[in-house]
């Protein structure tokens, strides 16, 4: 655990988006979207595939992110590449 990165996260506003890099089965994995929530002992963020609960004491890097990009239009066919 970080203890610099569970600060952060402890103290960012609901709503931000982040990234945590977390331990999980010995393994570290990354969830990014906005933090839901945060308390002593937990965070949530939504994800892609749903909202992920991340124990403070397994965080070892967190960040906030930008937005992501905007969607690209579709290409229409005999545009040039």
């Known amino acids: 655990m970080s203890a610099d990165a569970a600060r952060f996260v402890s103290g960012t506003t609901p709503g931000t988006r982040i990234v ?5 089965d010995g393994m570290m994995t990354d969830a990014l979207g906005p933090l839901v929530r945060v308390d002593d002992t937990s965070c ?12 403070l004491t397994d965080v070892a890097l967190a960040k906030a992110v930008p937005p992501p990009p905007a969607r690209r239009r579709p290409r229409a066919d005999g545009e040039p590449r």
Not at 20 to 24: F, K, L, P
Not at 44 to 55: A, D, F, W, Y
């Open 20 to 24: 945590v890099r977390y331990r999980i």
């Open 44 to 55: 949530v963020v939504e994800t892609k595939r749903g909202l992920v609960e991340i124990p």
